[in-house]
C-alpha cells in the first residue's frame, strides 16, 4: 500500500515569514494529493489539493508544487499569521486506493 | 456547505460494551468513511462505504464493524469496546460515483472523543 511520510512534525515561524511541509510517497501510480489544516479541536478542512496533471496550484497565499519523479508535493504558506497556526496533514492517494494521510505537521506562527 | 455531524462530540464507555458513533451528512454524498485519530499517527481509515448497503475494509477494521442503511448515514461499530480503542473518531464524506476511485475531496464531521475505561 502508500506509505506517506510528512516533515517536520513542528514548525515554529515568526509573523511574516514563510512555512514550508513537505511530504514524500511510495506509490508513483498516486494521483491526488490534498492538503488539511485541522485547528484545535476542530474538524480537519481541505485548504487545498493538487492533481497530478498539474505541477503546481496556488490559492492566494498557500500553494502546493508536486514532483512526480521525485514523488514528493509541499506545501507552502507566505506571510503567515497567528490564524495560520495549526496541525496540517498530507494524504496522497491511486486510484484505486484509500486516501492515505501523513502523519502531520504542527505549525505555530510567533506573533 | 457540506454538513457532517457526528452524534457525540464526547463519549466515555466501558470495557466490553457495544458501541454505536453515528455519523450523519447532508450533501447527498456517495461515499462516506470513518477514522480514528491518533497523536503521531495520523488519521487511519477504519472502514469506508461508496454506496448504501456497500462496506469496505480500510487499514485498521480489526474489532470495528460499520453499517450503511441509508445514503445519508454511516455508522461505526464497536462489538467488544477495548481500552486501546480509546481514540478521536472522524467520520468523512464525499461525492462521487466513482466509489473507491473518486478523487473528490473528502468533508470531514467533528469528530468523537471516544474514552474506553
Known amino acids: 500500500g502508500e506509505n506517506v511520510e510528512q516533515h517536520p512534525s513542528t514548525l515554529s515561524v515568526q509573523e511574516g515569514d514563510s512555512a514550508v511541509i513537505k511530504c514524500t510517497y511510495s506509490?508513483?501510480?498516486?494521483?491526488?494529493f490534498p492538503w488539511y489544516k485541522q485547528e484545535l479541536g476542530k474538524r480537519p478542512q481541505l485548504i487545498i489539493d493538487?492533481?497530478?496533471?498539474?505541477g503546481e496550484k496556488k490559492d492566494q497565499r498557500i500553494a502546493v508544487t508536486l514532483n512526480k519523479t521525485a514523488k514528493h508535493f509541499s506545501l507552502h504558506i507566505t506571510e503567515t499569521q497567528p490564524e495560520d497556526s495549526a496541525v496540517y496533514f498530507c494524504?496522497?492517494?491511486?486510484?484505486?486506493?484509500?486516501?492515505?494521510f501523513g502523519t502531520g505537521t504542527r505549525l505555530t506562527v510567533i506573533p | 456547505d457540506v454538513k457532517v455531524t457526528q452524534s457525540s462530540r464526547y463519549l466515555v464507555k466501558r470495557t466490553g460494551e457495544k458501541v454505536f458513533l453515528e455519523c450523519v451528512q447532508d450533501?447527498?454524498?456517495?461515499?462516506m468513511f470513518w477514522y480514528r485519530q491518533d497523536p503521531g499517527l495520523g488519521l487511519r481509515l477504519i472502514y469506508f462505504?461508496?454506496?448504501?448497503?456497500?462496506?469496505e475494509k480500510g487499514d485498521i477494521p480489526e474489532g470495528y464493524s460499520v453499517s450503511r442503511e441509508k445514503k445519508e448515514r454511516f455508522s461505526l461499530i464497536l462489538e467488544s469496546a477495548s481500552t486501546n480503542q480509546t481514540s478521536m473518531y472522524l467520520c468523512?464524506?464525499?461525492?462521487?460515483?466513482?466509489?473507491?476511485?473518486?478523487?473528490?475531496?473528502?468533508?470531514f464531521g467533528d469528530g468523537t472523543r471516544l474514552s474506553i475505561l
Open positions: 493538487i492533481r497530478s496533471n498539474v
Open positions: 468523512a464524506s464525499s461525492q462521487g460515483t466513482g466509489g473507491r476511485y473518486s478523487n473528490q475531496p473528502q468533508h
Open positions: 506509490d508513483s501510480a498516486s494521483n491526488y
Open positions: 494524504a496522497a492517494k491511486t486510484g484505486a486506493n484509500n486516501l492515505f
Open positions: 462505504s461508496y454506496d448504501v448497503k456497500m462496506k
Open positions: 450533501m447527498d454524498h456517495e461515499n
